[in-house]
């Protein structure tokens, strides 16, 4: 099962973690996108994951990911690491057992443990994250997709979160950037974060909000929410910029699935109806939805731009920027 090329690498991992030379169970996991080969070993009784990595580059670089999930795995927030060698692309971590992890208890829990994730010493500063996400918007927009009328209004709006939205170096914290459900892992007590490839240094309102889109329902629930990560109630400046980052995250997801998913420069019938986010995000969260099917994608893509169009017609996204354009910045906003 593990790649006879690959087999004295583990032995060397084995024999350094467990002065084993090999395990007693293996079972190959194929869940996710991932090209990496992944198994769930079991020595002496306990269970771990082993993680083989097959392609590595500038971009997928085993040793800035193992250094964020170690800082992680010390603090409590990722699975304990017992090996890692990013020459050879291979790691080897505690094995949690995931149980279901329903919602009510992840808008509970999930805000904590991200204000433990942000509070991290600084993960390296890959990219600007909004500069990325925003060359796919504009990529898109320059596609001419989207009907005439719908994208002028749609890009004018986005063209005014741009204006008002901080990117101050000095606010990015320690961010995780992948917390789709299958990497939240609910062993029935905690949530442990898994597969750390894109950890690095962000805007800490992104996490948030992605994590909102599965658990935040209504005004009162994200209000509890914030509270729970910032330890009291949140400021105004605090909601208005935790509501611009959502809509930023709907144009991003939009736009990069619609990438994806739509032709470029033949228009599309995007007005509608629109899948409902709410139960689209539920059907992900339970795991009955992934987005390796292209049908899905394009669905996610269309479910973000209904929900954007929504939102934008509330008085509160006037209301986020004007708060947010006329406050000063201040760190850890």
């Given at each position: ?17 467990f ?5 007693d ?10 090209s ?5 070993i079991?020595i ?16 997928n ?9 170690t ?6 927030i ?11 692309g ?16 992840a ?12 509070t991290?010493p ?16 504009q990529?898109?927009?320059a596609?001419c ?11 004018e ?6 204006r ?24 029935g007590?905690?949530?442990w ?12 309102y992104?996490?948030?909000?992605v994590?909102?889109?599965f ?31 959502r ?13 994806i ?15 409902s ?22 669905q996610y ?9 929504h ?6 996204f ?14 850890g906003?």
């Amino acid at each position: 099962m593990v790649p006879e090329e690959k087999r004295p690498l583990v032995e060397r991992a084995l024999q350094t973690a467990f002065d084993v030379t090999w395990f007693d169970e293996v079972c190959q996991l194929t869940a996710g996108l991932s090209s990496a080969l992944i198994f769930k070993i079991v020595i002496k009784n306990k269970p771990y994951l082993l993680r083989i990595i097959t392609q590595m580059n500038n971009v997928n670089d085993p040793a800035h990911w193992y250094n964020c999930m170690t800082a992680a795995a010390e603090a409590g927030i990722a699975p304990r690491v017992w090996y890692t060698n990013a020459a050879d692309g291979l790691c080897i971590t505690d094995f949690v057992e995931a149980k279901p992890f329903e919602l009510n208890l992840a808008r509970e829990k999930m805000p904590t443990l991200l204000s433990r994730l942000h509070t991290l010493p600084a993960f390296p500063n890959r990219m600007n994250y909004l500069e990325r996400m925003d060359g796919f918007v504009q990529k898109f927009r320059a596609a001419c997709t989207l009907p005439g009328k719908m994208a002028a209004r749609l890009f004018e709006h986005y063209d005014q979160i741009k204006r008002a939205y901080p990117t101050n170096y000095g606010d990015l914290v320690a961010c995780h950037n992948d917390l789709k459900p299958e990497n939240i892992l609910f062993d029935g007590t905690e949530p442990w974060l898994v597969d750390w490839e894109a950890a690095f240094l962000n805007d800490r309102y992104t996490d948030l909000a992605v994590i909102a889109n599965f658990a935040v329902n209504n005004d009162l629930e994200e209000k509890a929410y914030l509270k729970a990560y910032f330890g009291s109630d949140a400021a105004d400046y605090q909601l208005a910029r935790f509501y611009l980052m959502r809509q930023l995250l709907h144009f991003f997801y939009f736009t990069f699935f619609g990438l994806i998913c739509f032709n470029a420069n033949q228009p599309v019938d995007l007005t509608g109806p629109y899948p409902s986010f709410r139960e689209f995000h539920d059907r992900m969260w339970a795991g009955s939805v992934k987005l390796a099917n292209a049908d899905a994608r394009q669905q996610y893509a269309r479910a973000h731009l209904g929900q954007l169009l929504h939102n934008l017609q509330q008085g509160r996204f006037v209301k986020a920027l004007v708060i947010v354009k006329n406050n000063s910045y201040k760190p850890g906003d």
